[in-house]
């Protein structure tokens, strides 16, 4: 592991098509999840991005940080408007109005955009069968609003509209199984990924751009601003996610699930849960209970992985 | 050009369609715009139309996917009505703010609650400052030259802009008219290939729909409307081109015997003609009146219409929609904005009826133009009239 800082940049690509000079905050996982995902996706890719943390942060006239064709247009409206760049361009490189190439249209939102005001259209193309890549950029709140919580919003955490106080632990669902939503579509590729295991995140988002029909790819992407956790944190906790079971990685391929990365043990969730202020009020009983529910999803994944 | 032929209007908005040689057709169905996109549908499925079509989840997506393609610059087409024109609102602020060049049909419905499939101007009325191009449309032959027309204007790189065509839900969408189709080497001729300028490709990547703070936001706006405005003199042109071309011919304001007439009536849609009927016999009768029609509802055509309606005493607007505790009929409202710094101008009378599709028939047009003289003779304590509703 000495010579990493050798080897590694050999293996990708200098070339950014994620620019910096954007606005993200300091230490943000989105970012740095969007910048490694657009050096695996290259040059022949147009993008549609979804309002949110990384729409604000890319476009404010009259720059961009973007170095492929991008438009965004609204905040619930992403897989519908890449359906409609999807159908153009088969229709015009038909027509032989456009050159033949393969060109990767993509959709970008955050957990927002996906899981709760954009389900329906994502629903909606993916039952369709566009062939398109869908990459929902999970951080786990309405963060370009101020924080405030998502349906992917985890159990027990506290945010701005699912605040801890008196009477509540702050948030009171658990977190919304987007995946497998996505999977119950019977879609050819799903899968979840992370920043902190940048090459296992490119390799899944490559194989989801070579994939014909739709793909979709769910990354977890640390915010410490809305985590409330120190700006140094966004790889340490991205790996905690992964090795306490809380967020683990996998493929869905046409309907097998596959794990990843598995642990001869997992981590508790406490090592995980202490290092970011959204939990801090949580009491022993409550982490307790996530605790459990974490071990048997964990175990669950794990079944379905077995039986492929 | 070919044979006049007896078709359903919806139907002939698809072969239309068809003649234009769309790319992109992207539709949700709602009554009364599913004739349209059934027979779109059915085109498509049979090879006759080499679109793709995107049978999209709901109208919101629907227009949402036209923005996609119409960024990568193909030709793209919709249609809806009613709830469903509510439902893309936002939608439709996009793509006229981003200079998307989509083509839509509405057929014209009354919106919900209580629920009402039927036609009137409701739907319309709450998207007209959407910034798109809008065009009232009065029979069958109207609508069909108008798909061609409007692809022409919206993909004018001057332009840029999309285009509403409104039909009456029902009293036109889904009667059966004679209908003349132009030869496809005319249309292939006045309707070339889209070129639209800056389209979303590797080979030359553009970043749009970036986010506008204050030190930029008002003269993005500014410039879409300065656009808007401008776009009414190549409107113009296409309209004249098209009548030398296809012989039928269009004005931003049609004059039914208003030059010179005392009265006048205005109406928007294909009520006028029924409305022409009983200025007929009116004028039969000895009467001094005349018909003013609206057929560009934006950029609003404030000239002509000035011009149209200076030289009479009375003007009797009639309005499909209600503006819920304000000032009359939407349309009325507009025609007395345009009028009020005239020197000369006619006393304006506001009517609202035929909403949720009740009919209006020749004998209500010639009650609702003898009250509207007698209003204007005497005055009312009412800010409208409302016609033809049990109180
Ligand atoms: C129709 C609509 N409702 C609400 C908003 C306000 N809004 C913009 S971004 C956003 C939250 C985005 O959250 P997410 O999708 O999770 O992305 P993040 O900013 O967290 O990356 C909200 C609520 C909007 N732009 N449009
Ligand atoms: S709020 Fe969070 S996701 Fe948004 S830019 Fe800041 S760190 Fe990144
Ligand atoms: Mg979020």
Redesign the interface.
């Known amino acids: 592991m000495q010579n990493y800082g050798v080897y590694v940049p050999r293996l990708v690509t200098k070339k950014d098509i994620f620019v910096s000079g954007h606005r993200a905050c300091i230490g943000c996982g989105e970012a740095l999840a969007v910048r490694l995902v657009c050096k695996a996706l290259g040059q022949n890719t147009i993008i549609a991005s979804a309002t949110g943390c990384m729409e604000i942060v890319s476009s404010p006239l009259p720059t961009t940080s973007w170095k492929v064709p991008w438009i965004h247009t609204l905040f619930e409206n992403t897989a519908a408007v890449a359906s409609g760049i999807e159908s153009g361009l088969k229709m015009l490189m038909k027509k032989g109005r456009i050159a033949q190439q393969d060109i990767t249209v993509v959709a970008m939102a955050g957990d927002g955009g996906t899981s709760d005001i954009g389900l329906q259209a994502l629903s909606g193309a993916l039952e369709r069968g566009h062939n398109f890549v869908y990459l929902c950029f999970d951080n786990e709140a309405y963060m370009n609003t101020g924080i405030q919580r998502s349906s992917s919003t985890p159990y027990g955490a506290a945010t701005t509209t699912s605040p801890a106080g008196k009477v509540s632990i702050g948030q009171v669902s658990w977190k919304k199984n987007m995946p497998a939503i996505a999977a119950a579509h019977n879609i050819p590729y799903v899968a979840t990924a992370c920043p902190s295991y940048p090459f296992d995140m490119m390799d899944k988002v490559k194989k989801a751009a070579a994939t014909p029909g739709p793909a979709y790819v769910h990354i977890l992407s640390v915010c410490p601003t809305g985590w409330r956790c120190p700006t140094d944190l966004a790889i340490k906790l991205g790996r905690l996610a992964v090795e306490t079971g809380i967020f683990p990685l996998y493929e869905v391929e046409n309907g097998k699930y596959k794990l990843n990365f598995d642990f001869p043990e997992l981590k508790p969730v406490t090592a995980y849960m202490k290092l970011q202020g959204r939990f801090r009020h949580l009491s022993e009983d409550i982490i307790e209970k996530i605790q459990k529910r974490v071990t048997a999803d964990y175990a669950e994944l794990k079944e379905r992985a077995v039986e492929g | 050009m070919a044979d006049r032929v007896g078709i359903e209007v919806s139907v002939a908005i698809g072969d239309a369609v068809k003649q234009a040689n769309v ?2 057709i ?1 539709a949700y169905p709602i009554t009364p715009q599913t004739h349209i996109v059934e027979h779109l549908a059915e085109l498509v499925a049979n090879g006759e139309v ?3 079509y ?5 109208e ?3 227009m ?11 030709r ?1 087409f919709t249609a809806t009505a009613g709830q469903g024109l509510e439902l893309m609102h ?2 439709l602020y ?1 793509a006229s703010s ?1 200079r998307f060049p989509v083509v839509m049909t509405v057929a014209n419905r009354a919106l919900s609650s209580p629920l009402s499939v039927w036609g009137d101007h409701s739907d319309v009325m709450a998207v007209r400052d959407t910034g798109w191009i809008q065009i009232f449309t009065e029979n069958g032959q109207e609508v069909v030259d108008h798909i061609f027309c409007a692809f022409r204007i919206a993909e004018d790189n001057k332009v840029l802009l999309p285009v509403m065509i409104h039909l009456d839900g029902f009293h036109l969408s889904h009667v059966i008219e004679p209908i003349t189709f132009p030869d496809q080497s005319k249309v292939d001729k006045f309707l070339p ?1 889209n070129k639209y300028p800056l389209p ?3 080979d ?10 204050p030190i ?1 936001y008002p003269e ?1 706006k500014w410039a879409q409307e300065v656009n808007l405005r401008a776009s009414k003199e190549i409107i113009l042109k296409c309209w004249q081109e098209f009548g030398e071309i296809f012989g039928h011919h269009y004005s931003p304001v049609e004059r039914y015997h208003s030059e010179k007439a005392k009265v006048l009536l205005l109406t928007m849609g294909s009520f006028s003609e029924t409305a022409m009927t009983a200025i007929d016999k009116m004028r039969g009768e000895g009467r001094d009146v005349g018909l003013v029609r609206l057929r560009l509802w934006r950029p609003f055509p404030f000239e002509e219409l000035r011009r149209a309606v200076e030289d009479a005493e009375t003007l009797i607007v009639l309005d499909r929609a209600l503006s819920f505790g304000g000032p009359g009929g939407p349309v009325c409202s507009e025609v007395k904005a345009a009028l009020y710094g005239q020197a000369k101008k006619p006393k304006v009378v506001s009517f609202v009826s035929g909403i949720g599709g009740r009919d209006i028939s020749p004998g209500d047009f010639e009650e609702i133009i003898n009250k509207g003289i007698t209003i204007s003779e005497k005055g009312s304590p009412n800010e409208f009239e409302i016609f033809g509703v049990r109180e």
């Open positions: 790319d992109v992207a080499d679109a793709a995107i049978p999209v989840e709901s919101h997506s629907a949402s996917a036209c923005l996609g393609s119409a960024a990568v610059g193909a793209t936002e939608v996009v981003m290939d979303l490709h590797p030359k990547p553009v970043t749009m729909g970036d986010f506008a703070p930029i993005a």
